[in-house]
């Protein structure tokens, strides 16, 4: 019978439910796209590193060792070429082919824009990952593959000529073939085949050996024989190198490896996109909540009624948990359809997300969803359940308003007493830097405003009223409605106190964080042009002479970004990095020298650093180089830090002959010579530079402009998911007005009765709209900026940059969702028919 | 049986009526169920006077009043608020006219929670952008003899003080008459007579046009003149009504 009447509730009253409805089914479709572009990923990661390796019985690869100095500075050590040919002679080996990698740009489909890619050296084998899906695999200098979907989106045909570039020079190539990796058309972002003739200059095959050497063995090898001697083979190569060695992996090890890693890079994406998805169910809760409270209170009459002719509170609490119930398990099922949809829509439409993925949703993954969906709904009715099944019989025959609850004088004390002292312990942990009392203080102060916020608006609504008085009757009317249900109001407006509060408190601490790093990077020293690869690979010797030999540069410096380490500790268990530099133009550099005089046979150490770590000029440190070689240098100058190196340098020949390692350079930094002409100065390093892949032309400014644009990207980025939580604040204002006008559809009658026209009515429902809003928008844009400006005064030393445009556009968002969403309430009341609703008992 | 008021004269321009209604008809379903309210009903209400519509229930007193009042709409026939004829009126300009030229008043739920008394006085005229009229609403305001509880929330009124204010309310813009639907219905027998002499003052001493809803004998005898309804027919009328005089009547009709 309950279950009838739960179940009948829902049916005859649907708009009731719209607002909670619309913020569950967002939040759970947000939380099933997260988890479905998971799934996706990863799965198609995972069966194309199988399905791609599927031929491999034993591989050959580098590693580092975890414990050198500078383990996360190094790449694992390249398997010389003559070793695959000693691996493939072994008894019982079929084959043994080599697999390397590196940068390559491909020309774009506007000049002047390379595309970048992954140039892979590959051997035509049954080993080889990639199947060709038209033409041929590369096997002549010259000759490329081009997947297939990087084909068809830069207009590539089998027999093209294309020009590309390389990490080590112009490469005129022709089109052989378009490949694809497992089920997709690319194993990175965009693929390039070339043969192992050009090795050399694709990924410095030569020098930098195989990145790893693919095994097959023959069916009636002795696996155990075979393996022992290639395993032979590895410890002999790694005989000569300095640091790390090879490891010899079964076929089934790196298919698990590579599948492991592309799980692990969708999980993390997964977790990532989870965490704003869970905020946003969060915030769904809280309308959940405040509809289930408003709809109880409504309907205090008919639990009475129910109570009265003998249902027990029981039997009262589960037929709202059953209504619940109803409405989680739809919105559930809705949104976890249309989270699935969405990625679906994208790996159909957009060619970049495409290349790499299939669809696919894990069951769990579903189950997920409809868990967490209805877990949130039902936690979020909970009180209110319990509410309604306290309620007494006799009010079913009570006049008074049940809707409308006092606001409590004690709470709005206890409110106001925690602001207060949130506030107070922001402010003093803030000054005396101390992170627990700005973290208890921002806890509470949070708590408080939440605590406090009917009479917050309250308060509000009593200053708002005169000034919207004088401006219409509506407004009036609206403030006044907005106060007589304050608790109401807060509750509605607390939802878009936490979405505003999390947007500002992200772009003001993000946009602190970003004018602190373009300033500090602004105030290093630096040469007005420098040449680097930022993945720091070393540039390629011919690109030295080059840039070296341009007219209107003088003084070309050449660095090794890392030569080694030298044995102290500057904080985080790290060691001084140590760079190599000509020191003979160490003034090129532009790095001041504060105490000292640099000299070829000492090490200049950047004075902050050397100040921090206990060092003063004279002291000796020893510098373990890269190979493992070591070498005592005194501190002979202390400088200021300088953008074009790290803070500690010897000069450069130096260290190649206290290594004995033919360091290469990986960046070059120079200046203009006095009388040169900037701009063509520029211009024709830059036409050095682009005939090289993943080389560019840094100069100070461009540099700013690049960390600048970053950071905005990351903090949209932050923003756009964040704004999630702002929609579905802005469904809770909706379904509250919903609310609100099914309850006061008498009072509305009256008012259309006595002569207020429709507009004035659709007024008064967008200014009660618009106030809310405001409410929320304002308290979670304070909160924001107090606590971030606290929290970046203390971590970047008062350097606080007043967000003041982003301020203005979440100000001018919070209005415009205000308006948004009183639109479908206010055309409702306005449609109402004015007899009906005086008729309306 | 008077005739004047059940026949007006037909002319648009005349003037005597505060309202009118001619050949008024609305029936409610459709489908072969039909539910006629209003049968054919020609009625006239003079200016300055107090007419009580009477009849048992479902002889569609109701849905006269609300068709005379623009908020409901006639399947056929014409209805005139003072000269100006409101039937085929759009909603807009119905609204206007209920504010400008009609009072209302309820059987409950006549003022606005979220105001005080003085402010439901007067939110017709602030509804249409006006300032009342101070020496008008200070008159009202006199005859309505509340006092200090003008500053009052309605909660915190009795229910015979909320009615006098929404006879107040409908007073406030001087219309061409003050529709009232059982107004006393809710109330005890004390503030029952303070409500109906109220209204009555209105009449007498503000010259006031009132037409009330009620199947109270004794509220009806306030008014000058009874219009008796069954059946959505007028079945007659009783000037200068006493109690008995309605009761007996009322007998007559079957009631």
């Known amino acids: 019978m309950l279950t009838q009447i739960a179940w009948r509730n829902v049916r005859a009253n649907p708009v009731r439910f719209l607002g909670t409805v619309l913020a569950v089914v967002l939040a759970t479709t947000f939380l099933s796209a997260a988890l479905t572009a998971r799934d996706s990923l990863s799965d198609s990661l995972e069966s194309n590193a199988v399905a791609a390796l599927d031929e491999v019985d034993l591989a050959v690869d580098g590693f580092v060792d975890e414990d050198s100095p500078g383990a996360q500075f190094e790449s694992p050590p390249g398997v010389p070429v003559d070793v695959v040919a000693d691996v493939a002679a072994v008894d019982g080996v079929a084959e043994a082919i080599g697999q390397a990698s590196g940068d390559v740009e491909l020309p774009g489909l506007v000049a002047d824009s390379p595309t970048p890619a992954t140039g892979w050296v590959v051997v035509d084998s049954p080993l080889t990952p990639w199947s060709i899906a038209e033409g041929r695999l590369p096997a002549a200098a010259g000759e490329i593959a081009v997947d297939e979907d990087t084909a068809r989106e830069l207009d590539l045909a089998v027999g093209a000529p294309v020009a590309i570039a390389t990490i080590s020079g112009p490469l005129e190539a022709t089109v052989v073939g378009l490949s694809t990796y497992g089920d997709v058309a690319a194993r990175e972002l965009r693929d390039v085949l070339v043969s192992a003739a050009d090795g050399d200059v694709v990924a410095d095959l030569s020098s930098s050996g195989w990145d790893i050497v693919l095994v097959d063995f023959d069916d009636d090898a002795d696996i155990d024989a075979a393996t022992t001697q290639v395993d032979a083979l590895a410890d002999d190569a790694a005989e000569s190198l300095e640091t790390g060695g090879f490891e010899v992996l079964t076929g089934d090890e790196l298919r698990d490896r590579e599948a492991g890693q592309a799980a692990s890079l969708a999980s993390g994406l997964g977790i990532g996109l989870q965490v704003f998805a869970y905020l946003a169910l969060v915030i769904g809760a809280l309308i959940i909540f405040n509809t289930f409270t408003t709809v109880v209170a409504q309907r205090t009459r008919e639990f009475a009624l129910l109570r009265a002719i003998g249902t027990s509170a029981r039997q009262v609490r589960r037929a709202v948990r059953l209504e619940a119930l109803v409405v989680a398990v739809v919105s559930s099922a809705i949104g976890t359809a249309l989270g699935a949809g969405l990625i679906a829509l994208a790996i159909a439409v957009i060619p970049a997300v495409g290349n790499f993925a299939n669809f696919s949703m894990r069951p769990l993954s579903i189950v997920q969803v409809m868990v967490s969906g209805i877990v949130v709904t039902m936690v979020s009715a909970f009180i209110p359940a319990w509410r309604a099944s306290r309620t007494r019989p006799v009010e079913a025959m009570r006049d008074a308003d049940p809707t409308v609850k006092p606001v409590s004088r004690i709470r709005g004390l206890i409110g106001m007493g925690a602001m207060a002292v949130g506030a107070l312990a922001l402010a003093i942990g803030s000054a005396i830097d101390n992170w627990w009392a700005m973290g208890a203080g921002s806890v509470l102060l949070f708590i408080g405003v939440l605590v406090a916020g009917p009479t917050l608006v309250s308060l509000l609504a009593r200053v708002l009223r005169r000034p919207l008085a004088r401006l219409s009757i509506a407004d009036e009317l609206a403030v006044a409605e907005a106060d007589r249900n304050a608790r109401r109001t807060a509750a509605t407006a607390n939802a878009l106190v936490i979405g505003v509060f999390l947007v500002v408190f992200a772009t003001s601490a993000g946009g602190a964080l970003r004018d602190f790093a373009v300033d500090q990077i602004g105030e290093l020293s630096g040469a007005d042009v420098s040449v680097a690869s930022f993945t720091g690979q070393p540039l390629d010797e011919e690109l030295v002479t080059q840039v070296t030999e341009v007219d209107g540069l003088v003084e070309v410096a050449q660095v090794n970004s890392t030569v080694g380490f030298g044995d102290l500790d500057i904080g985080f268990g790290q060691q001084l990095p140590v760079a190599g530099v000509d020191m003979d133009a160490f003034g090129v550099l532009g790095v001041d020298v504060i105490e000292g005089a640099v000299d070829s046979e000492g090490l200049a150490v950047a004075e902050e650093l050397a100040t921090g770590a206990g060092i003063a000029l004279g002291d000796i440190v020893t510098v373990e180089f890269l190979n493992g070689e070591q070498a005592d240098l005194e501190v002979t100058a202390l400088t200021g830090f300088s953008f074009d190196i790290p803070p500690a340098n010897i000069d450069l020949a130096l260290a190649r002959e206290l290594s004995g390692d033919d360091l290469p350079v990986t960046s070059l930094a120079a200046q203009y010579a006095p009388d040169a002409d900037q701009d063509q100065v520029t211009a024709d390093v830059e036409a050095i530079t682009s005939q090289y892949a993943g080389i560019d032309l840094i100069d100070t400014n461009q540099f700013v402009t690049l960390i600048r644009t970053f950071f905005n990207f990351l903090l949209s980025a932050v923003s756009a998911l964040l704004g999630v939580a702002i929609v579905i604040a802005l469904f809770g204002i909706l379904n509250t007005l919903v609310l609100a006008i099914a309850e006061r559809t008498r009072e509305l009658g009256l008012l259309r009765s006595v002569g207020m026209t429709r507009r004035q009515l659709r007024r008064m429902i967008r200014t009660e709209a618009v106030i809310t809003s405001m409410v929320g928008t304002t308290i979670g844009a304070v909160l924001g900026l107090a606590i971030s400006f606290a929290i970046i005064r203390v971590a970047l030393e008062g350097a606080f940059s007043w967000p003041w445009l982003e301020l203005a556009v979440t100000m001018v968002a919070g209005v415009v969702t205000g308006v948004v969403a009183s639109l479908f309430p206010a055309w409702r009341a306005a449609r109402m028919n004015a007899l009906e609703a005086i008729r309306t008992e | ?255």
């Open chain 2, 1 to 255: 049986m008077s005739s004047a008021p059940a026949a007006p004269a037909p002319a648009a321009s005349d003037v005597d009526f505060a309202a009118r209604c001619y050949d008024l008809t609305k029936v409610y379903g459709g489908d072969g169920n039909d539910v006629v309210a209003v049968d054919d009903v020609t009625l006239g209400f003079p200016r300055a006077t107090f007419t009580a519509v009477m009849g048992p229930s479902g002889s569609g007193k109701s849905t006269l009043m609300h068709c005379i009042a623009g908020l409901d709409t006639p399947t056929s026939g014409r209805v005139f608020i003072g000269d100006r004829e409101i039937t085929g009126l759009g909603d807009a300009d119905l609204t206007r006219l209920r504010r400008d030229r009609l009072g209302f008043v309820f059987q409950a739920f006549n003022l606005v929670p979220v105001l005080t008394a003085r402010e439901n006085l007067v939110l017709p005229a602030k509804l249409g952008g006006d300032e009342p009229e101070a020496a008008w609403v200070d008159e009202v305001v006199g005859v309505l003899g509340l006092g200090d509880r003008l500053d009052h929330r309605p909660s915190e009124l009795s229910g015979g003080q909320q009615q006098r204010v929404a006879v107040g309310r409908a007073l406030i813009t001087r219309p061409d008459l003050v529709l009232a639907d059982e107004p006393t219905g809710n109330l005890d027998s004390q503030s029952s007579d303070a409500v109906m002499s109220f209204l009555a003052d209105a009449v007498e001493r503000l010259g006031q046009s009132v037409v009330m809803v009620t199947h109270d004998p004794w509220a009806a005898s306030y008014s000058s003149n009874v219009v008796f309804l069954r059946d959505g027919a007028v079945e007659g009328e009783l000037a200068a009504p006493t109690t008995d005089g309605v009761l007996d009547k009322m007998k007559n009709l079957g009631a």
